[in-house]
């Protein structure tokens, strides 16, 4: 399996480490972080949004079909209890028309990108603490 891993900076911000990547989180000034790069839910968001037009993308080259000027925006609505998105929507641009024919295919191989496949689909998730030194007791004389 792939690995990621988050270690911590200060504050609130993290650098996730992916293969040779590197990316950080850090939370907005009004939840008491520094403002200095995106949140966690932000990504997540945002990885959602990049699948998306990563497999648009591969279906209108795979057609034959203009790529010029493809985006992807999204926006989203945060729920409590459990805090979490509980809506996306994604929008889909390209500066020229996808033939009234594509679009329906293009909207299913797009809706299936990975992201969003697990999203519907939901992965086991399994939280433990890892293995860490043992803590040093002290003896009190």
Known sequence: MPAVTVRYVDGDRFTIGIRDHEVEVDQPLSDGGEDTAPTPTELFVASLASCVAHYAR??????HLPTTGLSVTTDYRMGSHPARVTDVRIGIRLDSAVPHDRRDALLAVASHC????????????????????????????
């Open 58 to 63: 591969r279906y209108l080259a795979r057609h």
């Open 114 to 141: 990975t992201v969003h496949n697990t999203l519907t689909h939901p992965a086991t998730i399994d939280i433990a603490l890892a293995d860490s030194p043992t803590p040093t007791v002290e003896s009190s004389r």
